[in-house]
């Protein structure tokens, strides 16, 4: 919903800092690794000392840069598929880092075994649901469907959430809450997207398999 709503948005705001990038002479490559590199350092240095809000904040800093990669080639007319490929890559990669943050702190000071494991059912998930997508494609079908929750879904609810149960250091109470209830949410979201995906898959693989046959 987000990829198909808000991305229109995001690309005319972020379109003229991503001119700027080109004139300073920034590929989209180094755009997409620099990215990647600063959210899994958020993520890794921060979550698991359970300082979610400059955790957040690093992340959001630098996650962006997904939205302006992308941006980049189209200006320049050098959309790639090697682009495309290090770019969804490099998504599950920092995908893998947010949840695993999380999973860390609960693991150890944050003392829930509960939550640490809906936190690694978020990032398992998650990467199950982008994978339907590209094991589909890579086999010629479109799995024409995006999901209740994709992976722009999946990082604004745990990250605004993140970022405000942060607020909790600095004495705000009664936010603590908000990232068990969004990882609870994004995993029950992430499991239906799959099966969604899963069931439009099988659909247009027989028809396929059907059209195959008959011709
Ligand atoms: C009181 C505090 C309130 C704070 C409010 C903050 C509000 C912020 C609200 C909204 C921000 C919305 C940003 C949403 C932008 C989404 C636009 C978009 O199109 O994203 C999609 C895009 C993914 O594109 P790709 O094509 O590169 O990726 C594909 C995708 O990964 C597919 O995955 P799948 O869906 O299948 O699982 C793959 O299949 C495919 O291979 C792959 O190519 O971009 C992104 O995903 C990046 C999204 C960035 C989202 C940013 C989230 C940050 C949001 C909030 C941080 C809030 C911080 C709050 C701090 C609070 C402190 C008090
Ligand atoms: N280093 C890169 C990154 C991306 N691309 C191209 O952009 C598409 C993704 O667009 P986003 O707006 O979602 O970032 C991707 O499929 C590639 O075509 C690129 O060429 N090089
Ligand atoms: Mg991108
Ligand atoms: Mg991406």
Not at 73 to 89: I, K, M, N, V
Not at 97 to 122: E, Q, R, T
Request: aromatic share 12%; charged share 15%.
């Amino acid at each position: 919903m987000l990829n198909k709503y808000a991305r229109a948005f995001f690309t005319r705001v972020l379109t003229p800092f991503a001119a700027f990038l080109i004139r300073l002479g920034v590929s989209p490559d180094t755009v997409t690794l620099v990215g990647t590199a600063g959210s899994v350092t958020g993520a890794l240095v921060f979550f698991p000392r359970g300082e979610f809000f400059w955790g957040t904040i690093t992340i959001t800093l630098f996650i962006f840069s997904d939205l302006v990669d992308g941006n980049m080639a189209r200006q320049l007319g050098r959309s790639s598929r090697w682009g495309a490929f290090l770019d969804s890559t490099l998504d599950r990669v920092a995908d893998a880092a947010i949840f695993g943050g999380m999973a860390m702190w609960y693991a150890g000071k944050g003392d829930n075994d509960l939550l640490c494991a809906v936190a690694v059912f978020c990032l398992a998930s998650g990467l199950v649901v982008s994978y339907t997508k590209a094991r589909a494609e890579s086999q010629g079908l479109p799995c024409d469907v995006s999901g209740l929750v994709e992976r722009a879904e999946r990082l604004v609810i745990s990250l605004v959430a993140a970022g405000v149960a942060g607020l909790a250091t600095f004495g705000v109470p009664y936010v603590e809450w908000l990232l068990p209830v969004a990882l609870w949410l994004v995993a029950v979201g992430s499991l239906v997207t799959v099966v969604q995906r899963m069931v439009t898959v099988r659909r247009e693989a027989f028809e396929a398999d059907r059209v195959a046959a008959g011709s």
